[in-house]
């Protein structure tokens, strides 16, 4: 198999290898990295169907990491997926309501990022290696609320490497701030940002292209990567998990052999969806990729119109892994539908930074048309809780509501009857205030530890071990700052 090379979509970095963007995180143009090209699914089907998900992560991950050894994924891979994953399966799929929804929060933070995240540090480490890179990787980034939890459940005390995780204040729910500012391990930070994730987002960003700065690091021994999805590392696990999708569909008779599927996920930062996008690519027949907002809804917007404007207010939502209005994953699809041109991407970001938004070409428009866009209110997003809860006995988080309440809309709406696969983001047990007000408004107001029992109590599941005694343990970090005082904190966790 020919070496498959990556290059910024700004370009002027790359091409380098992957495990060279995956040390990197960013590139130093401030563009994402991406793969010269999207490797084609070249196994017989019979084949596929035989794979176990450890299997079908080492085929797909060495497609797209190739200059990675066999032995050297399958260590990354056999310690990710063992025992801190509640399900055999690592991502089972339910079939409820008209859907099939893919469960991908039985990791130990109760979220999807965990798929990617219990990869990424082995891949990170060994990556370094390969590239005789002997100073401490100093991993930053900015969270929503779950990539956080995950990334320093994933690093913690991975020798070699140190965490730090910004999160905005009041953006996060309750159980999500507790995970992260209770987790323990000698390499880990946390720090609250005042603003929102838009401005944390922005000012890691901005620290990854600061040369003087890394210039600083460099002398003293640190070398920044990221734990987000900007980073490749992170995104390409996740195309694994829509291919075992469609493949339990093929093994349990639901769909017929070469049966086109469609694909509806909750997103905000535009990551989760792109993998589906990369799957599509590879040759999985998918059809519809059914983008659902919540109401930030910026996607939607970009969708229907070609207009990209994040300049409206940011809205708190139940679904807040969500609220976000700069979407740092969909610049790798701009660069994709323009061609791989990095001038009209140059001029999009540009505009974005300037004008607070652009437009897109009509022909670029013509090759999202694969893409649907729809978005759930709080409201919809509520109902649909509910609905789902008392007509199938089945409980799903905000973030999966969302998602469910836009595929029925576009079903009602098209007429379209293709097999339907939800991404299911996050264990309803992590919002509990918000599931159980869905459920019932008497439930309004309850502190979310005490609900995390009601939650147990009226669905019949248990409470995770992630969440037992959270609300006892203790506070371990308090660090609040600016966003302009991020690069002050760094160097103080630093000693720099």
Known sequence: MSELYYRSTRGISGPISSSRAIVKGIASDGGLYVPDTIPRIDLSRDSLLKMEYKDLALYIMSRFFTDFTEEELKYCIEKA????????????????????????????????????????????????????????????????????????????????????????????????????????GNNTCVVTIKGNFDDAQRGVKE?????????????????????????????????????????TLARTGKIEKDEIINVAVPTGNFGNILAAYYSKKMGLPVGRLICASNENNVL???????????????????????????????ERLLYDISGSNPDILNDLINNLNIQGKFEITAGMKDKM??????????????????????????????????????????????????KTVIASTASPFKFPGSVAKAIDAKYTGMDEFSLIKVISEISGLKIPAALKDLEKREILHKTVCRTDQMRDVISGILGI
């Open 81 to 184: 997926y063992d025992s801190k994953f509640d399900d055999s399966g690592i991502v089972p799929l339910v079939e409820k309501g008209g859907a099939f929804f893919l469960e991908l929060y039985h990791g130990p933070t109760l979220a999807f990022k965990d798929i990617a995240l219990a990869v990424l540090p082995h891949l990170l480490k060994i990556a370094a290696a390969k590239n005789d890179i002997d100073k401490e990787i100093v991993v930053l980034t900015a969270t929503s609320g779950d990539t956080g939890k995950a990334a320093l459940e994933g690093f913690a005390d991975v020798e070699g490497t140190r965490i730090i995780v910004f999160f905005p204040e009041d953006g996060v729910s309750r159980i999500q701030e507790r995970h992260m500012n209770t987790q323990g």
């Open 207 to 247: 620290i990854f292209s600061d040369a003087a700065f890394n210039r600083i690091l460099d002398d003293n021994g640190y070398i920044f990567s990221s734990a987000n999805s900007i980073n490749i590392g992170r995104l390409i696990p996740q195309v694994v998990y829509y291919v075992n999708a469609y493949l």
């Open 300 to 330: 939607y917007d970009f969708i229907n119109s070609g207009i990209y404007d994040r300049r409206r207010k940011l809205i708190v939502t139940s679904s807040p892994s969500m609220d976000i209005l700069v979407s740092s994953n969909l």
């Open 369 to 418: 048309a694969d893409f649907y866009g729809g978005f759930a209110t709080d409201k919809e997003t509520f109902e649909t809780i509910k609905d789902l809860f008392l007509n199938f006995n089945y409980l799903i988080d905000t973030h999966t509501a969302v998602g469910y309440n836009v595929y029925r809309k576009y079903a009602e709406k098209s007429g379209d009857t293709a």
